[in-house]
C-alpha cells in the first residue's frame, strides 16, 4: 500500500510474516458474524475472562509445583504474543483487513482514559506507515503531524513501550515541548496503561516505589535492602523522561524515543539543534539500533513572534528534511524521519466499520470555517485551520494574537508559493559599488549566501547622490539599534515597484528584500547601494537615526523622504503614523496580495502584532515602503533645481 511516499507491506490475505520463524504463515481471519453488514473489529472478552479464571488456579498449584502449566492459559499466552508480533486479520463489512501488530497491540490491550481505543481506517494507515520506519534500516523513525483529539499521544506511549518491554538491555526516552510535561506523559500515556495490561505481557518491574512509578520503570526486580535483587527474568531495561533540553539524552543509547508535542517547544530550546543531538543516539557505528516517535498536535505550533514562528520555521524545515521521496546517495533522508500526517476530514467522523465520512467531515469544516469569515474572526479561522488540517499547508499556519490582516488571503497565497521552488521567486546576491568605486554606479551580483533576495533588477539610470526613478517605485526601511541586545533585531528592508504599464507582472509588488544583522555601517551602505541601484528614495521608521545620519554624512540625504508632520527626513514615527502604516498594509493586501513573491513576509504580516511593532522587522519595513509609495512629497530645496519628475503626479499603488 503506498502512503506517503512509502510502499507499505501488506501480506496476502490470510498470512502474515512470522518473526519467530521468518516465514510468511498462513493464520485464521477473525470475524465476529458470517453477515457482512455486522462484521466489525471486535474483542473476544469471555475468553480473556476465562483466562483470568484459570490463570488463578494455574498460580494456585504453581505454589506447589512450580513446573505445572495450564493448558488453555498457555495456549491464550502463545496466542496474544504471535498476535503482539506479527498482526492479525479481521473481516470487516465482508472485507479481509491486516493491522499491524503494533495496531493490535493498541487496540486490543492499551487502554485509554475512554477506554480501549476503536478500530480507525486513519489509524490503520498510520500503523502501516510507523511499522514501515520500525523495519527500514536506513530511518530512525515517524515525525507525525495529528489533528485533536485523535490519541496520538497513547499511540506513542503504546510505541514506547511495545518497544522496550521485549527487549533486554533496552533504553525508552521521552522529551516534551518543556521541562515538566514529559513527567506528565510518562504518567497518564504509559503508566496508567500498562497497569491494565494482562500479565503475559507486564515483564518483571522494580516495583519498590510502587506499583506505579512515577520516575522511572525499571525493568529490573525489586531492590529491596537485605535482598538479592538478581533475577534471570529481568530485562534490565527501563523507561525514563527527562526535561527538553537539546543535551538530556546526549551520548545515550536510545532503543525507542517518543519526542512529544515537539512542535510546541518552549522557546529557550530549538527543535532542530535537539533532533541533531538525540539522532546519534539510534546509532551504532552507523548502524540504525533505535526508533524514534515525534508526534505532534498541529494547534499551537505558532503564535507569537517570540516563539511561534521559530517554531513553525523550525518544524517546517525537520518536516522538509523528513521527506521519503528525498534520500540521499545512502538512502537516507537529512533527519533520518519519514514524516506523516492525515487530513483532518479522514480523522474526524467515521461509519461503524471505522473508515472515514470525508464529505460530511469536509462539509463540516468548511462550515465552520466560513462562520469565522463572515464574522470577520481571522484568528479564528486560522486557529480551526490549523487545528484541523484539510491541506498539508494548514499544518503551518500561524496567526497573531489578534491579527489585523487579512491571514485567510495571506494564508492561500503563501500555499501557492509553498510549491514553488525558491529560485523561482527571487535570486540571492548583494549590491556593490562597480569596480570598487564608491560613489559610482552599483551592480548586482549573485551569491548564494547574499544578504539581497531579488526578483526585478532592471535599471533605467543611475546618480549617486540623488534619486533618479522616485516616480517609479520607493524602499522602506527597518533599522536596527547599534547596541546588542539577547534577541537583537534585524535590518529589514523592502523595495515597492509602482505602476509600470511597461512591467506589469511587477507592479504594486515588492521586488527585494533585506532582512539581516551586518554590523551597522555594512547595513547602511547595503542600503545607499540599493537606493541607488534602483534610484528610489528611502522612507525609514523609529527614532533609531542612525541610517538617517549616515546617509547625510555620506551625501544621500536627498535620497530620504520627507512626509508631511516629520521633523526629520527620512523617520516617520509614532502610534499615528503607526496605524496609518497598518491600514496601508491592509489595503494593499486585500488588493494586492498575489503580487508578493516572500513567503517570509507573508509569514510576517500573518502573525503582525500593531502593540509589539518593533518585534516585526520584515512587516514594518515594508509597510513603510507602502506609506512612502503613497504619499510620495520631496524635500523642500532652496537652491537645488527641481526635476521635471518632481512635478510629475505620482502612480499610487
Given at each position: 500500500?503506498?502512503?506517503?511516499?512509502?510502499?507499505?507491506?501488506?501480506?496476502?490475505?490470510?498470512?502474515?510474516?512470522?518473526?519467530?520463524?521468518?516465514?510468511?504463515?498462513?493464520?485464521?481471519?477473525?470475524?465476529?458474524?458470517?453477515?457482512?453488514?455486522?462484521?466489525?473489529?471486535?474483542?473476544?472478552?469471555?475468553?480473556?475472562?476465562?483466562?483470568?479464571?484459570?490463570?488463578?488456579?494455574?498460580?494456585?498449584?504453581?505454589?506447589?509445583?512450580?513446573?505445572?502449566?495450564?493448558?488453555?492459559?498457555?495456549?491464550?499466552?502463545?496466542?496474544?504474543w504471535?498476535?503482539?508480533?506479527?498482526?492479525v486479520?479481521f473481516?470487516?463489512?465482508?472485507?479481509?483487513?491486516?493491522?499491524?501488530?503494533?495496531?493490535?497491540?493498541?487496540?486490543?490491550?492499551?487502554?485509554?482514559?475512554t477506554?480501549?481505543?476503536?478500530?480507525?481506517?486513519?489509524?490503520?494507515?498510520?500503523?502501516?506507515?510507523?511499522h514501515?520506519?520500525?523495519?527500514?534500516?536506513?530511518?530512525?523513525?515517524?515525525?507525525?503531524?495529528?489533528?485533536?483529539?485523535?490519541?496520538k499521544?497513547?499511540?506513542?506511549?503504546?510505541?514506547?513501550?511495545?518497544?522496550?518491554?521485549?527487549?533486554?538491555?533496552?533504553?525508552?526516552?521521552?522529551?516534551?515541548?518543556?521541562?515538566?510535561?514529559?513527567?506528565?506523559?510518562?504518567?497518564?500515556?504509559?503508566?496508567e496503561?500498562?497497569?491494565t495490561?494482562?500479565?503475559?505481557f507486564?515483564?518483571?518491574?522494580?516495583?519498590?516505589?510502587?506499583k506505579?512509578?512515577?520516575?522511572?520503570?525499571?525493568?529490573?526486580?525489586?531492590?529491596?535492602?537485605?535482598?538479592?535483587?538478581?533475577s534471570?527474568?529481568?530485562?534490565?531495561?527501563?523507561?525514563?523522561?527527562?526535561?527538553?533540553?537539546?543535551?538530556?539524552?546526549?551520548?545515550?543509547?536510545?532503543?525507542?524515543?517518543?519526542?512529544?508535542?515537539?512542535?510546541?517547544?518552549?522557546?529557550?530550546?530549538?527543535?532542530?539543534?535537539?533532533?541533531?543531538?538525540?539522532?546519534?543516539?539510534?546509532?551504532?557505528?552507523?548502524?540504525v539500533?533505535?526508533?524514534?516517535?515525534?508526534?505532534?498536535?498541529?494547534?499551537?505550533?505558532g503564535?507569537?513572534?517570540?516563539?511561534?514562528?521559530?517554531?513553525?520555521?523550525?518544524?517546517?524545515?525537520?518536516?522538509?528534511?523528513?521527506?521519503?521521496?528525498?534520500?540521499?546517495?545512502?538512502?537516507?533522508?537529512?533527519?533520518?524521519?519519514?514524516?506523516?500526517?492525515?487530513?483532518?476530514?479522514?480523522?474526524?467522523?467515521?461509519?461503524?466499520?471505522?473508515?472515514?465520512?470525508?464529505?460530511?467531515?469536509?462539509e463540516?469544516?468548511?462550515?465552520?470555517?466560513?462562520?469565522?469569515?463572515?464574522?470577520?474572526?481571522?484568528?479564528?479561522?486560522?486557529?480551526?485551520?490549523?487545528?484541523?488540517?484539510?491541506?498539508?499547508?494548514?499544518?503551518?499556519?500561524?496567526?497573531?494574537?489578534?491579527?489585523?490582516?487579512?491571514?485567510?488571503?495571506?494564508?492561500?497565497?503563501?500555499?501557492?508559493?509553498?510549491?514553488?521552488?525558491?529560485?523561482?521567486?527571487?535570486?540571492?546576491?548583494?549590491?556593490?559599488?562597480?569596480?570598487?568605486?564608491?560613489?559610482?554606479?552599483?551592480?548586482?551580483?549573485?551569491?548564494?549566501?547574499?544578504?539581497?533576495?531579488?526578483?526585478?533588477?532592471?535599471?533605467?539610470?543611475?546618480?549617486?547622490?540623488?534619486?533618479?526613478?522616485?516616480?517609479?517605485?520607493?524602499?522602506?526601511?527597518?533599522?536596527?539599534?547599534h547596541?546588542?541586545?539577547?534577541k537583537?533585531?534585524?535590518?529589514?528592508?523592502?523595495g515597492?515597484?509602482?505602476?509600470?504599464?511597461?512591467?506589469?507582472?511587477?507592479?504594486?509588488?515588492?521586488?527585494?528584500?533585506?532582512?539581516?544583522?551586518?554590523?551597522?555601517?555594512?547595513?547602511?551602505?547595503?542600503?545607499?547601494?540599493v537606493?541607488?541601484?534602483?534610484?528610489?528614495?528611502?522612507?525609514?521608521?523609529?527614532?533609531?537615526?542612525?541610517?538617517?545620519?549616515?546617509?547625510?554624512?555620506?551625501?544621500?540625504?536627498?535620497?530620504?523622504?520627507?512626509?508631511p508632520?516629520?521633523?526629520?527626513?527620512g523617520?516617520?514615527?509614532?502610534?499615528k503614523?503607526?496605524?496609518?502604516?497598518?491600514?496601508?498594509?491592509?489595503?494593499?493586501?486585500?488588493?494586492?496580495?498575489?503580487?508578493?513573491?516572500?513567503?517570509?513576509?507573508?509569514?510576517?504580516?500573518?502573525?503582525?502584532?500593531?502593540?509589539?511593532?518593533?518585534?516585526?522587522?520584515?512587516?514594518?519595513?515594508?509597510?513603510?515602503?507602502?506609506?512612502?509609495?503613497?504619499?510620495?512629497?520631496?524635500?523642500?530645496?532652496?537652491?537645488?533645481?527641481?526635476?521635471?519628475?518632481?512635478?510629475?503626479?505620482?502612480?499610487?499603488?
Amino acid at each position: 500500500m503506498h502512503i506517503q511516499g512509502l510502499d507499505a507491506w501488506v501480506p496476502p490475505v490470510g498470512k502474515v510474516f512470522d518473526v519467530f520463524t521468518q516465514e510468511v504463515v498462513s493464520v485464521p481471519i477473525l470475524q465476529k458474524t458470517d453477515i457482512k453488514k455486522d462484521q466489525t473489529w471486535f474483542i473476544d472478552e469471555e475468553e480473556y475472562e476465562e483466562y483470568l479464571v484459570k490463570r488463578k488456579d494455574e498460580l494456585s498449584r504453581q505454589k506447589e509445583n512450580p513446573a505445572y502449566i495450564e493448558e488453555f492459559c498457555e495456549e491464550y499466552r502463545r496466542e496474544n504474543w504471535f498476535n503482539r508480533m506479527n498482526g492479525v486479520w479481521f473481516m470487516n463489512n465482508g472485507k479481509p483487513t491486516y493491522i499491524t501488530g503494533l495496531h493490535w497491540f493498541y487496540i486490543r490491550w492499551w487502554r485509554l482514559d475512554t477506554g480501549l481505543p476503536d478500530f480507525r481506517h486513519a489509524d490503520l494507515l498510520y500503523f502501516y506507515h510507523l511499522h514501515y520506519c520500525v523495519e527500514d534500516p536506513e530511518c530512525i523513525g515517524q515525525l507525525c503531524f495529528a489533528p485533536r483529539r485523535i490519541g496520538k499521544s497513547y499511540r506513542s506511549g503504546a510505541f514506547l513501550f511495545e518497544g522496550i518491554s521485549r527487549k533486554k538491555k533496552a533504553l525508552g526516552g521521552i522529551q516534551s515541548k518543556n521541562d515538566t510535561d514529559g513527567g506528565e506523559f510518562f504518567m497518564i500515556h504509559v503508566v496508567e496503561p500498562m497497569q491494565t495490561l494482562p500479565d503475559f505481557f507486564m515483564p518483571e518491574y522494580d516495583t519498590k516505589a510502587g506499583k506505579a512509578p512515577r520516575k522511572t520503570i525499571r525493568f529490573f526486580p525489586t531492590n529491596r535492602t537485605g535482598e538479592n535483587a538478581e533475577s534471570k527474568k529481568a530485562l534490565s531495561s527501563w523507561i525514563n523522561f527527562k526535561n527538553a533540553s537539546e543535551k538530556a539524552y546526549d551520548s545515550k543509547k536510545l532503543v525507542r524515543y517518543s519526542s512529544d508535542e515537539y512542535g510546541k517547544l518552549i522557546t529557550q530550546y530549538s527543535l532542530l539543534e535537539r533532533h541533531r543531538v538525540v539522532k546519534p543516539c539510534f546509532m551504532i557505528a552507523g548502524k540504525v539500533v533505535g526508533k524514534a516517535l515525534y508526534s505532534t498536535t498541529v494547534e499551537d505550533m505558532g503564535g507569537d513572534k517570540s516563539s511561534g514562528v521559530k517554531n513553525i520555521q523550525e518544524v517546517k524545515k525537520l518536516a522538509e528534511d523528513s521527506d521519503p521521496t528525498n534520500r540521499n546517495a545512502n538512502g537516507r533522508t537529512p533527519s533520518m524521519l519519514y514524516r506523516f500526517w492525515l487530513p483532518a476530514h479522514e480523522c474526524h467522523f467515521f461509519d461503524k466499520y471505522g473508515m472515514p465520512l470525508k464529505e460530511k467531515s469536509l462539509e463540516y469544516f468548511e462550515n465552520q470555517f466560513q462562520t469565522y469569515l463572515d464574522n470577520g474572526d481571522y484568528i479564528g479561522w486560522a486557529s480551526e485551520r490549523r487545528k484541523y488540517p484539510l491541506e498539508y499547508d494548514d499544518v503551518f499556519r500561524v496567526a497573531a494574537k489578534a491579527p489585523i490582516f487579512r491571514v485567510d488571503l495571506i494564508y492561500d497565497r503563501t500555499a501557492m508559493l509553498a510549491w514553488r521552488k525558491e529560485e523561482e521567486l527571487y535570486i540571492t546576491g548583494n549590491f556593490v559599488w562597480e569596480e570598487g568605486r564608491r560613489d559610482g554606479k552599483v551592480k548586482f551580483v549573485e551569491a548564494p549566501t547574499g544578504r539581497f533576495n531579488v526578483r526585478w533588477k532592471d535599471v533605467y539610470n543611475q546618480s549617486a547622490y540623488r534619486p533618479m526613478n522616485k516616480h517609479k517605485g520607493v524602499i522602506g526601511i527597518d533599522p536596527f539599534e547599534h547596541k546588542a541586545s539577547f534577541k537583537p533585531s534585524q535590518g529589514a528592508a523592502y523595495g515597492l515597484k509602482k505602476y509600470d504599464p511597461y512591467a506589469p507582472e511587477f507592479s504594486n509588488s515588492p521586488i527585494f528584500e533585506y532582512c539581516n544583522r551586518p554590523v551597522p555601517n555594512v547595513f547602511f551602505e547595503d542600503m545607499i547601494k540599493v537606493a541607488v541601484f534602483y534610484g528610489w528614495p528611502v522612507l525609514c521608521e523609529n527614532n533609531r537615526i542612525g541610517l538617517v545620519n549616515y546617509f547625510r554624512d555620506r551625501g544621500y540625504e536627498d535620497f530620504l523622504i520627507w512626509l508631511p508632520g516629520q521633523v526629520n527626513p527620512g523617520i516617520f514615527a509614532g502610534d499615528k503614523s503607526k496605524q496609518l502604516m497598518a491600514e496601508a498594509i491592509d489595503a494593499y493586501i486585500t488588493e494586492h496580495v498575489d503580487k508578493v513573491w516572500f513567503p517570509k513576509l507573508l509569514e510576517d504580516l500573518a502573525i503582525f502584532d500593531l502593540a509589539n511593532s518593533t518585534a516585526f522587522d520584515r512587516s514594518m519595513a515594508f509597510g513603510w515602503a507602502l506609506v512612502g509609495a503613497g504619499d510620495l512629497i520631496s524635500p523642500p530645496k532652496s537652491e537645488q533645481m527641481k526635476e521635471i519628475t518632481d512635478y510629475l503626479p505620482i502612480h499610487q499603488a
